[in-house]
C-alpha cells in the first residue's frame, strides 16, 4: 500500500548540493524554495513553508495590483427559499444568457445566503494565556470531534494594549486522529474593532500557511491540514504588520498591537449539515470557467453534466496563474475549469453563513483569440540556457546560466555518443503525450501545436506563441531545489510564451542517493539505458508543459499513474512498472488522463488533464 504523506513531500534528508552536483570545494551557493504547487520535487526534499508563504504573498500582492474589467456583468440573485432547495446538482437553478456564444454575457455575478451548521457544538471562551503553541487552548478536533464554535477577545491579556503593547495572539491546538483531515478555521467579528489574521503552525512553531481576511470582511478564514496523531496549532491575531510573533514558542514576543477586539472562533471537518448552493450554466466544449467566491462562501465547486465534482476549492490560488491570464482571482475560494464538451454544468458554493457573492466568467482559450491561424510551439531546449529566475519567485532572482543535457551523460554512465539517443527517446516521449496523445484522444477538433527542439531547428524563442521547456541545469546553476517548475499554471494557455525547467543534477546523482535518480531504477536487466533515461526525462518535460497549459497537480499516491503526478512518487513518473527496474517489458506508458485532484494540495474533484492540455493548443482563428 502506498503511503500518503503529509504536505507534498516524503520526509527525509534534504538533498545537499554537493549531492546534486556542486562541488565540494565550490562556495556554498545560496538556493530558492520553489512553490511546490508548480514544481516537480526531489522526493526526499523538504519544504521550507515559510518560505513558500512569503513568496505567495509576494505574488498575492503583485496580483492585486492587476487592474481589473470594467465590463458589466450578467447579475443573478438566488431564489432559494429555504436550505434544501438548490443543495446539489440536480437541483441547480438555471442562469439564462451566461456564455461565451454570440448573444451571451461571459460575466456573471451569483449572490445568496448560506445557513450556517446548527449541529456544530459551543464551547466556552478559553482562558488567557494561550499566547503561544506550548500554552494553546485544547480543541480537540478533529481527533475526538468534528467542530466546535468559540469566542475570545484580542487584546484582553497582559500582552494587549492595556498590557505591554507587544500584542495578544490566541493560540488553539487542533489534534490528528487516525486519519489525516483538513480542517476550516473561520472567525466572524460582528462587533468592534477588530480585523483578524489566522495563522497555522507545527509543535515546533514553523509556520504552515496564513490568511488575513475573507473578500469583502474583516475576516479569516485558513485551511489546514491535520496528519494522523499529529497536533497543529493555529493562532488568532490582529491584522497587520507584525501579526506574527517573532516566536511562536514564547508567550509576549509579539512585535506590537494591531487591532482588537471580540471575535467568534469556528473550526470544522467534515460536511455536517452544510447548506450548498448550486447554480447550472450552459457551456461549450473548450469554454475555460473561472470562478471566485467572496463574502460568507469559503468554497466553490464545478461540476460536470453527469454530476460529478471536477473541481472544487477552498483556497485561492490564482496568483499561480500566468501574469496575463483574465481568470477571475482573489477571492475566498478560486477554481478554474475546461469543458471537454457541450453540456450543463454547475456552479456551487458552500462552507459559510450568511451572505456571499460568486465572480463566474467563461473565456474561449488564448491560442484560440489569435487573429490568424497560428500554432503553438513548445520548444525543447537541450544546448543550455540562460533563464531569469525571477519568473519562479527565486529569491535571489536574476540571469542564471544552464548547462547542456551533454553534461549530465557521465552521470548515468553515458557518453558523448548517447547524446543523440537521449534526447530522441525525450522528443519521442513529449510527442507521444502532446502531439499524439491530446490529438488522438482529445475533444478537440482545431488542436494543434508544433514540438520542435535545440538539436534540429532554429532556436524560435523570444517569437509570439512559443513556449520552453530548458532540459539541462542543476539546482546550484538555477538556485532553484528542485526538478522541474514551470512558470505558471495556465488554464487555457493565456501566457503562451513561458519558460519551464527540467534540471538533471538529481536525475543522474548515483543509485541509491535518492529516489528521484533514474540511476536507482538502472540495473542489469536494463535492455535500454539510453531510452529509459529519455523516456522519463521527457514525461517530467510534458509534465511541466502540462502546467503551462493549465493542469493542476494529480494524486501521486493512488493506483493511476499520470503524466500530472505529483513528485514523491518517482516510480510512477518514469513507469517502471511492477518489477521496479527501468527499461523492462514491463514499463508503462505514462500518459495525461483523468485522475484525483492532489488532495495535499487542498482541491477535489476529478481533473480531465489531456483535455485541459488539448483545449490549450488551439489553432488560432482567421
Do not use: C
Not at 325 to 339: E, I, K, L, Y
Amino acid at each position: 500500500m502506498r503511503k500518503r504523506l503529509f504536505g507534498v513531500l516524503a520526509a527525509g534528508v534534504a538533498l545537499s548540493l554537493v549531492a546534486a552536483g556542486q562541488s565540494a570545494a565550490e562556495p556554498a551557493v545560496q538556493v530558492s524554495q520553489p512553490d511546490p504547487m508548480l514544481a516537480f520535487l526531489p522526493a526526499e526534499a523538504k519544504v521550507d513553508w515559510n518560505a513558500v508563504q512569503q513568496s505567495r504573498e509576494a505574488r498575492k500582492q503583485s496580483q492585486a495590483a492587476k487592474p481589473k474589467s470594467a465590463s458589466t456583468p450578467l447579475t443573478y440573485a438566488e431564489k432559494e427559499s429555504g436550505q434544501g432547495a438548490n443543495d446539489a446538482p440536480a437541483k441547480a437553478e438555471h442562469v439564462a444568457g451566461f456564455g461565451t456564444g454570440r448573444g451571451k454575457n461571459p460575466k456573471l455575478e451569483l449572490t445568496g445566503d448560506l445557513a450556517g451548521d446548527p449541529t456544530i457544538p459551543v464551547v466556552t471562551p478559553s482562558p488567557e494565556m494561550n499566547d503561544a503553541v506550548p500554552n494553546a487552548s485544547e480543541t480537540r478536533v478533529p481527533s475526538q470531534g468534528r467542530a466546535l464554535k468559540t469566542s475570545g477577545t484580542i487584546g484582553d491579556g497582559p500582552y494587549g494594549s492595556a498590557g505591554d503593547g507587544s500584542g495578544d495572539h490566541d493560540f488553539y491546538k487542533l489534534s490528528g486522529g487516525t486519519t489525516g483531515l483538513w480542517a476550516t478555521v473561520e472567525t466572524d467579528t460582528p462587533t468592534g474593532g477588530l480585523d483578524t489574521f489566522l495563522a497555522a503552525f507545527d509543535a515546533t512553531g514553523v509556520l504552515q500557511g496564513q490568511n488575513d481576511n475573507l473578500v469583502g470582511t474583516t475576516d479569516s478564514r485558513l485551511r489546514v491540514f491535520v496528519p494522523p496523531a499529529t497536533d497543529v496549532f493555529v493562532m488568532v491575531a490582529g491584522a497587520g504588520p507584525g501579526s506574527i510573533p517573532a516566536d511562536p514558542m514564547k508567550p509576549g514576543t509579539g512585535k506590537r498591537v494591531t487591532t482588537e477586539g471580540a471575535y467568534d472562533l469556528t473550526i470544522a471537518t467534515g460536511d455536517g449539515q452544510v447548506d450548498k448552493d448550486f447554480f447550472s450554466v450552459d457551456l461549450k466544449a473548450g469554454d475555460v470557467l473561472g470562478a471566485s467566491a467572496a463574502g460568507r462562501a469559503t468554497r466553490v465547486m464545478v461540476h460536470d453534466p453527469a454530476g460529478r465534482e471536477v473541481f472544487g476549492s477552498s483556497q485561492d490560488f490564482s496568483f499561480l496563474y500566468a501574469e496575463n491570464s483574465p481568470m477571475p482571482a482573489g477571492g475566498n475560494a478560486v477554481a478554474d475549469f475546461v469543458a471537454p464538451k457541450d453540456g450543463r454544468y454547475t456552479v456551487g458554493v458552500e462552507n459559510g453563513d450568511g451572505a456571499y457573492d460568486v465572480t463566474v466568467e467563461a473565456y474561449r482559450p488564448g491560442s484560440e483569440l489569435n487573429p490568424r491561424p497560428e500554432v503553438l510551439t513548445v520548444f525543447l531546449d537541450f544546448n543550455g540556457a540562460r533563464v531569469n529566475t525571477r519568473i519562479y519567485g527565486a529569491d535571489p532572482a536574476g540571469n542564471r546560466d544552464l548547462s547542456p543535457l551533454r553534461k549530465f551523460l557521465p552521470g548515468w554512465g553515458l557518453g558523448d555518443a548517447d547524446e543523440n539517443a537521449v534526447i530522441d527517446a525525450v522528443i519521442a516521449s513529449v510527442r507521444e503525450n502532446i502531439e499524439h496523445d491530446l490529438a488522438q484522444k482529445g475533444t478537440n477538433k482545431r488542436f494543434a501545436v508544433r514540438v520542435l527542439n535545440s538539436r534540429d531547428h532554429a532556436d524560435p524563442w523570444g517569437q509570439k506563441n512559443v513556449s520552453r521547456v530548458v532540459v539541462g541545469g542543476s539546482i546550484a546553476e538555477s538556485g532553484i531545489q528542485t526538478v522541474g517548475i514551470a512558470q505558471s499554471i495556465d488554464a487555457g494557455n493565456f501566457g503562451k510564451e513561458e519558460t519551464a525547467l527540467v534540471l538533471l543534477d538529481v536525475l543522474s546523482l548515483p543509485a541509491g542517493q535518492s529516489r528521484t535518480s533514474l540511476n536507482t531504477y538502472i540495473t542489469p536487466a536494463t535492455t535500454n539505458k539510453a531510452a529509459f533515461i529519455g523516456r522519463a526525462i521527457g514525461n517530467i518535460t510534458a509534465h511541466e508543459a502540462g502546467h503551462m497549459s493549465g493542469s493542476w497537480h494529480q494524486d501521486q499516491f493512488n493506483a493511476l499513474d499520470s503524466i500530472m503526478d505529483q513528485g514523491g512518487n518517482p516510480k510512477g513518473m518514469f513507469g517502471v512498472g511492477p518489477d521496479g527496474v527501468g527499461g523492462t517489458a514491463d514499463d508503462l506508458d505514462v500518459d495525461f488522463q483523468e485522475d484525483v485532484l492532489n488532495p495535499n494540495e487542498g482541491f477535489t474533484g476529478v481533473e480531465d488533464s489531456l483535455n485541459r492540455t488539448a483545449w490549450a493548443y488551439t489553432r488560432g482563428s482567421n
